[in-house]
């Protein structure tokens, strides 16, 4: 089974905005979490992540919450743009036994309108 | 200067071929990564390496062979392939394992089995 997933295949919001995308995992040895963008054709690439000892990270207009006991973390992005139009995927590992498996979600796509 | 590179960037095979993908990276990463992306699936683990001359199975191996003959190379084979094989293709490294590191990904092979 889908061990991380993405609550919705397509968002769109207007310019300036705020939006929330939501991801849900299954697994409790999870303690990586992390949000990649990806334009068509292009390859993902880190936007932002976090670890299980912290609730909340920020950068910028991109803010990830974590709700361990909830198995689930969201990013919210404020003041969305234009440029903000991409497919984002969540992603989630486990640090601890070893792994070196970062499992994604389905992705969302992500539309801007101005 | 691309840290890390996929060849070739688009293949048709045919149906039983035989096909492989190669992917390089001068990160100098101990971990790299074959990951297949297709349209309602995210990015799906097919198999990974964390060393030299060492390949663990991901989360759909079936089908598929990898090969690391040094750090910097990394291979995904496919003795026969198949139609349901038909996708996007992504290589990535990582420096300390997908469990707590940044994965940096090429520019992706697409693959079409005809």
């Known amino acids: 089974g889908q061990q991380v997933k993405q609550s919705s295949p397509s968002l769109t919001v207007q310019e300036g905005g705020i939006l929330i995308l939501n991801c849900d995992y299954e697994n409790d040895m999870f303690d990586y979490f992390a949000w990649y963008k990806k334009y068509p054709d292009n390859s993902p690439t880190l936007l932002i992540s976090v670890r299980s000892n912290v609730d909340k990270r920020e950068d910028g207009r991109f803010t990830v919450f974590l709700n361990k006991s909830g198995k689930h973390f969201s990013l919210h992005i404020t003041a969305s743009q234009p440029e903000d139009t991409a497919v984002y995927l969540c992603?989630?590992?486990?640090?601890?036994?070893?792994?070196?498996?970062?499992?994604f979600g389905e992705g969302t796509k992500l539309t801007v309108s101005s | 200067e691309a840290a890390v590179t996929q060849s070739p960037r688009s293949k048709v095979a045919v149906t039983g071929g035989k096909v492989t993908l190669s992917c390089h990276q001068t990160n100098n990463h101990d971990y790299m990564y074959w990951y297949r992306q297709d349209t309602g699936h995210g990015l799906r683990l097919i198999h990974y390496s964390y060393v030299a001359d060492s390949t663990e199975k991901g989360d759909i191996p079936d089908g598929y062979k990898a090969s690391r003959p040094s750090q910097e190379n990394f291979s995904l084979i496919l003795e026969l392939a198949s139609l349901s094989q038909t996708a996007v293709y992504f290589c990535a490294s990582s420096d300390a394992g997908a469990g707590t590191g940044q994965l940096y990904f090429g520019e992706g092979s697409k693959l079409t089995v005809l």
């Open positions: 992603a989630a590992g486990a640090t601890q036994g070893g792994s070196a498996k970062l499992i």
